[in-house]
């Protein structure tokens, strides 16, 4: 099977910028998106087709997709920010594959 | 605004059959997207099921695709699963979603709040 491995846990202080990559075989040549899950609350979608943000997501979300590492960055990185985040690319197939996940503290 | 959200029994018994449904409100289904599920069991991360199109055609995670199916009704604008022969490995929080597919686009752009499904005698 096809996996996306993330870093289990990313740590930053306020106000810093949290980078969060997803490895994978061939990412580059996939769009990927990326969802944010608070405690308790269903996943939201932050950041789609690599670069994208849905309306109503804050511009301190940006992804990135170069050198077949998709990164997911919070810039000035606040409180409301700790969650969970998940990568997410279509296998080719019939197939989503979720990333395995990272926490984000603020410390 | 489109909404999602998920019905369906709380406790599954062993060998038995899942059925939930998730009805769609703010959006017609018969006006396009894919309609899918994923699930999450407890302290893990979030597993893709399945999608269907308002045409009745599907995608089916291989590892399930032997216990599941997903079926759309246009008229009650809602859209179902039903997984067979539950184990406890089938006790999860389950998510509806809308699907995003075209191209090379695919991403799940809604989400329902999740209904918390436990396997139990």
């Known amino acids: 099977s096809w996996d996306l491995t993330q870093p289990p846990s990313v740590s930053v202080s306020p106000g810093q910028t949290a980078s969060i990559p997803c490895s994978g075989d061939?990412?580059?040549?996939?769009?990927v998106s990326w969802y944010q899950q608070k405690p308790g609350q269903s996943p939201v979608l932050v950041i789609y087709?690599?670069?994208k943000r849905p309306s109503g997501i804050s511009e301190r979300f940006s992804g990135s997709n170069s050198g077949n590492t998709p990164t997911l960055t919070i810039s000035g990185t606040q409180s409301l920010d700790e969650a969970d985040y998940y990568c997410?690319?279509?296998?080719?197939?019939?197939?989503?594959?979720f990333g395995t996940g990272t926490k984000v503290t603020v410390l | 605004q489109v909404q999602l959200q998920e019905s369906g029994p709380g406790v599954v018994k062993p060998s038995e059959t899942l059925s939930l449904t998730c009805t769609v409100s703010?959006?017609?289904?018969?006006?396009?997207?894919?309609w899918g599920w994923v699930r999450q069991s407890p302290g893990k991360g979030l597993e893709y099921i399945g999608s269907?199109?308002?045409?009745?055609?599907?995608y089916y995670n291989p590892s399930l695709k032997s216990r599941i199916s997903i079926s759309v009704d246009t008229s009650n604008n809602q859209f179902s699963l039903r997984v067979t022969s539950v184990t406890a490995a089938d006790a999860a929080v389950y998510y509806c979603?809308?699907?995003?597919?075209?191209?090379?686009?695919?991403?799940?752009?809604?989400w329902g709040k999740g209904t918390t499904v436990t396997v139990s005698s």
């Open positions: 979603v809308r699907d995003v597919v075209g191209g090379k686009k695919y991403y799940m752009d809604v």
């Open positions: 703010g959006y017609s289904i018969s006006s396009g997207y894919y």
């Open positions: 269907v199109f308002q045409s009745g055609s599907t």
């Open positions: 061939n990412l580059s040549n996939k769009y």
């Open positions: 087709e690599d670069t």
């Open positions: 997410q690319a279509w296998d080719g197939s019939t197939l989503y594959v």
